[in-house]
């Protein structure tokens, strides 16, 4: 009994264990903007009335734009996602992706009228409300005088400017007539002691 126990148990070497990591599939990385616009082309050519694989080749050349500031890159997008809301108008993604195209063509109120349509059949399309707001913002700011604008060509009495400039035009030191700059605000009264 007691030489049972003494026993050491036979270990196997560390080189002879296997995990099974030989035979592993190699690591999958995402693809690049090419290879996304050559898939989709391809899915597109075997299936001619496929929309979504033109919905999403418009949303590759929308980010080939993005990545290489190419503009004519846009219009491929904008083209495309055309050709798909041709097949099917009332594919959502389309109408989200063409309002970014859109967008960055400066047609804010178009980009406004796709994105709103998208946004009132899903209030939960996130993009779609965002690209609301930057395209109201692009509209509001197409008609505010910029800097080089006088305020005397604005209609009297419209303020002119945003709430900062205005805010450093009120702070800003009184000058005398002669030109020099005063301690005293306007309204203000000096006391003398």
């Not at 080939?64 to 890159?73: F, I, L, N, P």
């Not at 409300?129 to 509001?140: E, H, N, R």
Request: with cysteine; charged share 25%.
């Amino acid at each position: 009994m007691s030489s049972t126990l003494n026993q050491t148990p036979a270990v196997s070497s560390p080189a002879s264990v296997t995990l099974g990591l030989e035979d592993a599939a190699p690591v999958l990385r995402m693809k690049t903007t090419g290879e996304l616009i050559e898939f989709w082309k391809g899915r597109f050519e075997r299936d001619p009335r496929d929309f979504i694989s033109l919905t999403y080749l418009g949303e590759a050349y929308i980010r080939q734009g993005r990545e290489t500031g190419d503009v004519s890159a846009y219009e491929r997008a904008e083209a495309t996602l055309r050709r798909s809301l041709e097949i099917n108008s009332r594919y959502e993604p389309t109408l989200a992706y063409l309002s970014a195209a859109v967008f960055v063509k400066h047609d804010f109120q178009g980009a406004l009228e796709l994105a709103s349509r998208v946004y009132a059949a899903d209030p939960r399309a996130l993009q779609a409300l965002a690209t609301m707001g930057d395209a109201q913002k692009g509209i509001v700011l197409r008609f505010l005088p910029g800097p080089g604008v006088p305020a005397k060509a604005t209609k009297p009495g419209a303020r002119c400017g945003n709430r900062w400039q205005r805010r450093r035009r009120r702070h800003r030191p009184h000058r005398h007539p002669t030109g020099t700059p005063t301690t005293r605000r306007r309204g203000t009264t000096r006391s003398s002691s």
